[in-house]
């Protein structure tokens, strides 16, 4: 049952912004211990900082691939993957190419296998944001059957950059289609308490959010 004893199990605590500071790394982690979050996810060029400021507390690090727009050659996702590995990350949220998936090709699948791969060799997990407000709904159905196929450990809906983030529709789709295992993602949008609780009642692990404390005062409210 969701209440406030486990809410911060579900969260991850973001910034991604482009003006984001050692300062506010700072402040990010620091919320999320006050708040027992379960996790800060930041972007790549801020993971060995954060590695080191979260030292043994065993709060997750999350980072992203290929974002905001997932365009980048596999090759290039992979070179990104490696260094946030090497860096410390424990999850990597993966942009795939929606334009590959517009095109009806195959390539994303292959890139998702070869992605998983690079993670499990190394103990840690990789999300697939699939951008759901760009995707028909039987486009999110097939995309993310090419994600559990190829060995996604989660399928996230958003980046946040697109012009929609999570739904409870779309959270109920994929929920469907996806096998057990496999866990959802709601990220893009979610400020309240609220809205995470509708999503997780949905079908969401995960809720991706950068007012991850606001939301933990407000179920404790």
Known sequence: MLNMRNIQNYIEHTNLKAT???NDIEMLLKEAQEN???GICVPPFWVKKAKRD?????MQLVTVIGFPLG???SQTKEAEAHQAIKDGADELDMVLNISAIKS??????IEVAKLGKLAHENDKMLKVIIETAYLSEKEIVDVCKICADAGADFVKTSTGFADEGAKVEHI???RSVLPEHVGIKASGGIKTYGQAKELIEAGADRIGTSVGPAICREAKD
């Open 71 to 73: 365009y980048q050659m």
């Open 172 to 174: 109920k789709l994929m």
């Open 20 to 22: 984001i500071t050692s």
């Open 104 to 109: 009806e090709m195959m390539w994303p699948k």
């Open 36 to 38: 027992n979050i379960f």
């Open 54 to 58: 979260i030292g043994k507390t065993g």
